[in-house]
């Protein structure tokens, strides 16, 4: 049978001291209160050494008060393991400053019934296993996050998530500023009509973009179309919106629409960006057939990632106070689906 694992009664007889002593020794609160000889704490950490003793973590853990865990759970049917995953990269900055910080990370990965995730079960708060939580999601319930709020449970969201009657800590790309720098891109190219093509506006990151290319148009913003179902129109609709308004820029708010609408260009015969150019108010990929390098924005997921981490360690530790919303600047991206307006000349 293997040994008894050593306590710190036995290295408190090794070392001649008493448990009071090796526990103040081996937790490093020798200086408090009662003074410690040096020759006292050598021959402790010598008899720990030669029993092989090692603290249990869990009772550290009591006697901190914290777990030194950081939880991660996402409102999406599955968890972002994948690399593909538009999410992965949140995690992977999430990680990496966990392990900077000298925190785990535990990651809540059941998925309920109907792919639904939630963080109360039998009124319970799942979270708690965790000192903080960092949560993600495009639908999450705002009702558990009033709740968590209520409870004052540490929790930080990656993205902007309005609840009613609360301010929620978040942390998002600056969605506004990138989407009027897009804009004046293309006002140097000459473009006067603009539509804004989305596949909703309930959701707060398309109402930042949104109110960045009006921001960006500024009085010029009578001029911009603002498309609210693009995903739910025939294309020989959304073909005849962009031919009747004249419309010559498109700015698409995310990969979905963009997707979308860039094969609905080509086989209409609207050359890009000949006729009409395209952005992509987020990452994208070339898109069949035409496979054009997208003028887009680059949003930094892994620094969003590592920015969360910081605001969230800030709040266990008591360095920071809730609420704290940050801004992460993105990149705007010149790609080949953006070009002069025909007949115009760029602006100055």
Known sequence: MPSKRPTQRDVAERAGVSRG??????????????????????????????????PNPVAQMLVRGQNNLIGVFTYEPTFPYDQSNVFFPYLSGIQAEAGRQGYNVLLFTDVQAQNENKIYRNSMNSLFLADGSIILGARPDRDELRRLTEEEYPFVYIGRREVSGFEINWVVSDYAATTAEAVRHLLELGHARFGFLTDTLDREAEQDKLAGARQGLGTAGDDLVVLSDVLDLPPEALIRQIRDRHLTALLCA?????????????????????????????????????MLTPTHVQVKRPLIGQTALQMLIGFIEGTAQPPQQILVPGTFVIGETTGMCRDASPRR
């Open 254 to 290: 995310n990969s979905d629409v963009f997707e979308h609408v860039m094969p609905v260009l080509y086989r209409a015969s609207i050359a890009v960006p000949g006729d009409v150019s395209v952005v992509c108010l987020i990452d994208a990929v070339p898109v069949p057939p035409a």
């Open 21 to 54: 002593t090796v526990s103040m020794v081996l937790s490093g609160k020798t200086s408090e209160r009662v003074p410690i000889s040096q020759e006292t704490i050598e021959r402790v950490l010598q008899a720990a050494a030669q029993l092989g003793y090692a």
